[in-house]
């Protein structure tokens, strides 16, 4: 009854939800548009970048300052832990989507295609495949990059478990440690991700276009990557709000919520490892 008295705290009107969506629309547009060799997409694609750019920087600024001039209490904290939760649950979705067309094509379809023979006389149907006709590649091998990046994962994952606990021990040069550390290795790979797609387009004959190995090597794999970018983004973030000692034993929400989601890259990529490269 006494957090229904205190009320929830509800900020006041802002342009920031539609002048996302406006960027969002502009930043996609532009995408297509420049697929299809429409010259107008390389400026939407820009002008929706900014406007993306300017709208994180601004909401998630006010949210700061709302945190630090003690706008939320229990209520508010619940709500955030709730959506992040279900935040996690739509990625988690996301990914199971991918996973499951995998699992379909390796599995299924292109076992049975390879049993009837009645569409492309000579297919196997064995895995990986680029199908009938397709161009030959290279497999990318598990215990290359991939092994080391698994482990430069692992371990970020204890140096952000790490700086946890400096947050609930109100250790400000463990947390600034911890963040700095976990950037670090994010960082690093993605720069050994890169080198990967490099090699593979260059010397292994793996693309975009090798069937539906490829696709689904560069899809799981890609927006890994991609979420892997935006947690080493959203922890730098953090890490700035540490530096300036934000964040306490009783309310660091924004330091959890990112360590949630970088947990979370972690378990994609051990599923990653098992069932892309070494399975």
């Known amino acids: 009854m006494s957090e229904l008295r205190e009320g929830y705290y509800v900020p006041h009107s802002s342009h920031y939800p539609a002048t996302l969506a406006s960027g969002l629309f502009l930043l996609v547009l532009g995408f297509i548009l420049q697929l299809n060799g429409e010259g107008l997409g390389k400026w939407l694609m820009p002008v929706g970048a900014a406007l993306v750019i300017y709208v994180l920087f601004g909401w998630f600024g006010n949210v700061v300052a709302e945190t630090q001039g003690g706008k939320f209490h229990a209520w508010e904290d619940r709500s955030f832990r709730w959506g992040m939760v279900w935040f996690i649950v739509s990625e988690v979705m996301f990914f199971a989507a ?9 599995n299924i379809s292109a076992p049975e295609l390879g049993q009837t023979g009645l569409l492309w006389p000579g297919y196997s149907g064995t895995w990986p495949t680029s199908g009938p006709a397709g161009k030959p590649f290279t497999p990318m ?17 204890a140096t952000v478990t790490w700086a946890h606990w400096g947050v609930l021990k109100n250790r400000r040069p463990q947390i600034i440690a911890g963040l700095a550390a976990t950037v670090a290795l994010g960082v690093a790979f993605l720069c050994f991700q890169a080198y990967e797609y490099h090699h593979a387009y260059s010397e292994l004959g793996l693309t975009l276009g090798a069937g539906v190995y490829g696709a689904t090597f560069f899809m799981l794999t890609g ?3 991609l979420h892997v970018t935006i947690g080493a983004i959203t922890l730098s973030a953090v890490l700035g709000r540490a530096i300036k000692g934000h964040f306490t034993p009783q309310e660091h929400f924004g330091f959890e919520g990112a360590a949630w989601y970088w947990h979370f890259v972690d378990v994609v990529w051990l599923m990653l490892f098992v069932f892309v490269y070494w399975l």
């Open 223 to 225: 927006f890994h990557g």
């Open 98 to 106: 991918f996973f499951g067309a995998l699992f379909y094509v390796r």
């Open 141 to 157: 091998a598990a215990w290359g990059i991939p092994a080391l990046n698994t482990l430069i994962l692992l371990s970020s994952g």
